[in-house]
């Protein structure tokens, strides 16, 4: 991932030429395996049921006969111009590191739709949830379908990346370029928490996210430059789901306990530090993946799961 490994244009033109093909085989419809692919949610830290996994494994494979060598550019035009999550896979389980590249070449880092697809495909190429060899033989990791990637909005990207049992976090410029590492954590391919993996603060300076120290998940913050790392949490505890004030005064963060009674409140330097109450305790919530959001009209963070229960936080 250094300066120079990633020749954009030429792949934007493959990316052309793959997505010329997808379009212009309208003749071959009934022959596509897309319309039938099932349904992918793109979540980090969430790992494919061995089932879908042999769906999705069975499509790359179609995929393959149907279009040799150009069947993972072809799959990743596709993912680009619909969103379908399926094809993602698809395109990474069939070469992961071409549709990382064509990937890398559409992250522009200003956060929009389109800048969100390829960091989701980014994700889903370095997990490589689903993998096809050369002699067409299936492979399934026990990891997450996507790696967590995001964009500042101004021209900055983090994601991770899995090297043996261990997450490296790398800071970069759109494309991937000038890319540096701010952390390593200890953090196995199957391990998963609660709350999301990382967050950008308002001004997109800095950003929050869960690292692994001494086997428990601590807060780290880090400048855009990948400058200036601090752990915000104390070395006996352990907590997650990062966020933001909307001023980028305070982190806050829940512990991975379940029952626990008390969040943090942090400033990002790690300067002050505050309880919350958690109302009701840890592992008491409607979802298993619940979310810190801040809730301007009281201006405190809230705790809000996935099926949309906003439960408060006392300060």
Known sequence: MSRGVLPCRALSGLLILALALAWGMGARAEEQPADGLPAVELAAGRPLEASLAQHLSRAALQFQRLHGSQAAAIATARYLAGGDAALAVVAAALDADATLRLAACQIDGTGSLSDGAALRLLGVALAR???VNAQGEVQLTLGPVMLPAASNGRGRVAYWRQ???RRELRLAEPGLIASRLALVSDEPPS?????RPMEWSPAGDALAFRGIRNGR???YVVNASGTDL????PPREAEC????SPD?????SVPVSDGATQGWLTR?????RHPLTLVPPMGEYPDETPRLIWDLPSNRPRYRSIAGTLLAIGR
């Open 163 to 165: 090297v043996g049992a």
């Open 248 to 252: 980028g005064a305070w982190v806050a």
């Open 191 to 195: 391990a998963t928490f609660p709350g």
């Open 217 to 219: 998940p601590h807060l």
């Open 241 to 244: 789901d990062p966020c933001w």
């Open 230 to 233: 601090r752990c915000l949490t």
């Open 129 to 131: 949830p689903v993998v």
């Open 268 to 272: 990002p330097d790690g300067s002050e």
